[in-house]
């Protein structure tokens, strides 16, 4: 199911446009229609409406991205299943907050494989490969700190990734990682990630990891910047200016341990 996430974007929506419903309104339809199917024995899978890329992808077959042509098209497109968000019977500000998270992480895939298709083009396909390469054992470093950090009360531990190379904000993701005996990350997550470090190290991006462990108030910082990333005790300085405020009380940041660099 393709559904629009904010006010702006159910202006594509065929059955919204031109009624003068409110996206409140049309929010508890989508929630309804979900709840129905769940009800039914089906499992709802729901996919968010990234405006730049449906408008494009209308453009590409001649299609107006307002008219119900274009949506059924796009909407009629067939993309991975563990790319969609499964509703499990969540309250709609619960399902609306999870995929405006979607919405935001769909975003930063497209401009990955943007950054990932102009590196194929110039440097083949190995240019991709060296990039998750990097990208996974920088994860497996983080994992390895999340079993080896985590209090015997903490359940988890939280990754963020910020980047921006030249004005494009290519990675905005936060992940989780399971502590434990086993500790690890869900494929999608696992995924998203190695493709936003991944890009942004091909893109020479700069920016800021961070990883937090259990509910302690001591977050681990590294910077990005020239494909390194370097320990760094700048986490508030870097993270609020991209609108990434922390939470209250303030945490401490401090320079995490060294991690895997690029070869």
Avoid at 92 to 106: F, K, N
Avoid at 166 to 189: C, F, H, I, M, T
Wanted: net charge neutral.
């Amino acid at each position: 199911m393709l559904v629009a996430v904010d006010e702006r974007d159910l202006a594509f929506v065929p059955e919204a446009r031109g009624s003068g419903e409110s996206f409140s309104l049309y929010w508890r339809r989508v929630h309804a229609r979900a709840e129905k199917a769940l009800t039914r024995g089906e499992q709802p899978l729901l996919a968010p409406l990234v405006d730049f890329a449906y408008v494009r992808a209308c453009n590409d077959v001649g299609l107006d991205p307002r008219s119900k042509a274009g949506f059924d098209a796009y909407a009629g497109r067939l993309h991975p299943v563990d790319a969609l968000w499964p509703f499990a019977g969540e309250s709609p500000e619960a399902m609306l907050r999870q995929m405006r998270r979607e919405q935001s992480a769909w975003a930063m895939m497209i401009r990955c494989r943007k950054v990932f298709g102009a590196a194929q083009s110039r440097f083949g396909p190995q240019a991709e490969a060296w990039a998750r390469d990097c990208s996974a054992r920088v994860l497996r470093a983080l994992i390895d700190e999340v079993h080896g950090g985590a209090p015997s009360t903490a359940a988890y531990g939280l990754v963020t990734l910020v980047a921006k190379a030249a004005g494009l904000k290519l990675g905005a993701y936060s992940l989780a990682v399971e502590a434990g005996q086993n500790p690890g990350v869900q494929d999608r997550d696992r995924e998203r990630f190695t493709a936003a470090l991944g890009a942004s190290l091909i893109a020479g991006a700069k920016g800021i990891l961070t990883l937090e462990i259990g509910d302690a108030q001591r977050v681990q910082v590294w910077e990005l910047a020239d494909q390194r990333l370097a320990p760094s005790e700048h986490g508030q300085l870097l993270l609020e200016p991209n609108g990434h405020h922390a939470p209250q009380p303030r945490p401490t940041y401090v320079p995490g341990p060294p991690l895997p660099q690029p070869i």
